[in-house]
Nanobody, 126 residues
Framework: QVQLAESGGGLVEPGESLRLSCAVS????????IGWFRQPPGKEREFVAA????????YYGDSVKGRFTISPDPAKKTVFLQMNDLKSEDTAVYYC???????????????????WGQGTQVTVSS
């Protein structure tokens, strides 16, 4: 089994930054995709960012490109999501997810990920 635990959410004002962490424990896989998704109130879960552990390539949703950065810390088995220039529309519950069988063409689909964290709330408001 794999366990994922997010942390780092909170309440910030527009333009500020937050860094989310996703601690991964349990079974390890050689080739995995680790993704961040978010679910705004009353809306469906949407893709934010992902990386493939075998080659380090990163991918971003259009709404966060240039503002958010996903990065790994292999020594700590943690994946970070640095979020800069936050906007009110970034308000959501943020989830990290891990998928051992994710392929590039389906990277943005939540259904492709087998393991999920419990989520952390990010609220951007003045």
């Amino acid at each position: 089994q794999v366990q994922l635990a997010e942390s780092g959410g909170g309440l910030v004002e527009p333009g500020e930054s937050l860094r989310l962490s996703c601690a991964v424990s349990g079974r390890t896989f050689r080739d995995v995709a680790i993704g961040w998704f978010r679910q705004p109130p009353g809306k469906e879960r949407e893709f934010v960012a992902a990386l493939f552990r075998n080659n380090g390539r990163t991918y971003y949703g259009d709404s966060v490109k240039g503002r958010f950065t996903i990065s790994p810390d292999p020594a700590k088995k943690t994946v970070f999501l640095q979020m800069n220039d936050l906007k009110s529309e970034d308000t959501a519950v943020y989830y990290c997810a891990l998928g051992p069988r994710v392929i590039l063409s389906s990277l943005r689909l939540p259904t492709q990920y087998d393991y999920w964290g419990q989520g952390t709330q990010v609220t951007v408001s003045s």
